[in-house]
């Protein structure tokens, strides 16, 4: 079974702090992304990346970066927090599919980010 | 962009009925639809997917339509249990290497025993 662990289930910060989650897959997956699930918003991506060192901004990167300094994990990283980043953020890995075929995202518990 | 909409954002449905949700996406160029199930707690899982290439797929009590010259697809779910209650969100996909997907906004389904 594929697992993809988030480092904390929820998380309190203060307004300014930086903030690192981290995400890891045991899969040997090529691409992982990161998305916050807001309340009647869905899942909006934030980063992701096909290969180690690779990136590409989703639809919201604003205030948000990302690290991926080894295949199996991905952090995202806050430089400087805010209130509205205050949401739950979920993790997710999938292999490169064949063609252009997509394939099955596997997603991580998330973590919920509070920011005060 | 693609824009993936989803309706309705709550559902509640009597135990052994039928649910069904709808999502509407505006790319012609996507290929795939997943559906992901998200219970409590947990992170969205999938539960079935289509591609282009197919206009209905069925698994068990679940069933996936597309209908590609509308832009619509749509999830069945028969003989509802309370289980089946969960967040569901429907998602569109072009491919093209990495994978990038879009999801709708969701979609709470309760079943009432």
């Known amino acids: 079974d594929v697992k993809v662990t988030q480092s904390s289930r929820y998380l309190v910060k203060r307004t300014g702090e930086k903030v690192f989650l981290e995400c890891v897959q045991d899969?040997?997956?090529?691409?992982m992304f990161w998305y916050r699930q807001d309340p009647g918003l869905g899942l909006r991506l934030i980063y992701f990346?096909?290969?180690?060192?690779?990136?590409e901004k989703g639809d919201i990167p604003e205030g948000y970066s990302v690290s991926r300094e080894k295949k199996e994990r991905f952090s995202l990283i806050l430089e400087s927090a805010s209130t509205n980043q205050t949401s739950m953020y979920l993790c997710?890995?999938?292999?490169?599919?064949?063609?252009?075929?997509?394939?099955?995202?596997?997603f991580g518990p998330g973590t919920r980010l509070t920011v005060l | 962009g693609e824009n993936v909409e989803q309706h309705p954002s709550t559902l509640s449905v009597q135990e052994g009925d039928s649910a069904v949700i709808k999502c509407t996406y505006s790319d012609s160029a996507s290929n795939y639809f997943p559906w992901y199930k998200q219970e409590l707690g947990k992170g969205p899982q999938l539960i079935i997917d289509?591609?282009?290439?197919?206009g209905e797929k069925k698994d068990q009590r679940i069933a996936v339509t597309l209908n590609k010259t509308a832009k619509h697809f749509s999830l069945h779910i028969t003989e509802t249990q309370p289980e089946d209650s969960a967040v569901y969100f429907c998602?569109?996909?072009?491919?093209?290497?990495?994978?990038?997907?879009?999801f709708g906004t969701g979609t709470k389904l309760q079943v009432i025993p």
């Open positions: 997710a890995s999938s292999i490169s599919g064949v063609g252009l075929y997509t394939d099955t995202q596997y």
């Open positions: 998602a569109a996909s072009i491919g093209e290497g990495y994978q990038k997907v879009t």
């Open positions: 899969m040997d997956h090529e691409n």
């Open positions: 990346s096909y290969d180690v060192k690779m990136k």
């Open positions: 289509i591609r282009s290439n197919v």
